[in-house]
């Protein structure tokens, strides 16, 4: 009955390895993000898909690529991780596009060593 | 540069005693949104504010959002250790925008 589940909900790698994180939301939501969350919990948008359309693509490395299989699947996939990308990730998703009520994944804490 | 400045960062309290976190901007917001997060967890939405001037209640908690839609304030009444967590504010245009968050923890 989760509404917003990411997968795995920790990660660990080294430095240069290639790692997906996975989100679902049964929700029946259009919109769907990622965001990355720093040491200090700065929560900070990523990316935004409507409808499996990117609509919102912060300053995030290239290195960062998400894709949408569908509106209710949001994933992320990250090449060449490097030390500083040790965040937690989370996914949301909203009713609409634009600024509305967030529905929080729990997380995936990544480590690159 | 971030466009929402939280403050204080960290409140450490008795229980029993009030607090008020503050959330400020330069710019306009459509609304603003409250979320407290638990260690471990995603956030979790507490109140959406959209009127300049409004002021709603959660029980114990009081969210005013400013004349201007600028800045916003919460404040708890009588906290709890059941009130510890990071308390975050939002604004919301095109997309959210979060403040780095007050971390609140509540001493029994």
């Known amino acids: 009955d989760t509404a917003v589940s990411q997968t795995p909900k920790y990660l660990v790698t080294q430095m240069g390895n290639d790692k997906s994180i996975k989100c679902e939301q049964n929700l029946g939501h259009d919109t769907m993000y990622w965001y990355k969350q720093d040491s200090k919990k700065f929560l900070k948008i990523m990316f935004s898909y409507n409808n499996k359309e990117l609509i919102i693509n912060e300053t995030v490395p290239n290195r960062f690529s998400p894709k949408s299989p569908d509106k209710a699947h949001l994933n992320l996939h990250i090449n060449s991780l490097e030390l500083g990308d040790s965040a937690v990730y989370f996914c949301?998703?909203?009713?609409?596009?634009?600024?509305?009520?967030?529905?929080f994944g729990p997380g995936t804490r990544l480590t690159v060593t | 540069t971030q466009l929402l400045e939280q403050s204080p960062q960290f409140l450490s309290i008795q229980e029993g005693e009030n607090l008020t976190v503050y959330c400020n901007s330069s710019?306009?917001?459509?609304?603003l949104q409250w979320y407290r997060q638990e260690p471990g967890e995603g956030p979790v939405l507490l109140v959406t504010?959209?009127?300049?001037?409004e002021v709603k209640k959660l029980k114990r908690l009081t969210f005013q959002f400013g004349d201007a839609r600028k800045d916003s304030s919460l404040h708890i009444t009588a906290a709890q250790p059941g009130d510890t967590g990071l308390y975050l504010c939002a604004g919301a245009w095109y997309k959210l925008s979060f403040g780095a968050g007050t971390t609140v923890t509540v001493r029994a």
């Open positions: 504010v959209v009127t300049g001037g």
């Open positions: 949301a998703s909203t009713p609409t596009s634009g600024g509305g009520e967030q529905y």
């Open positions: 710019s306009v917001f459509s609304s």
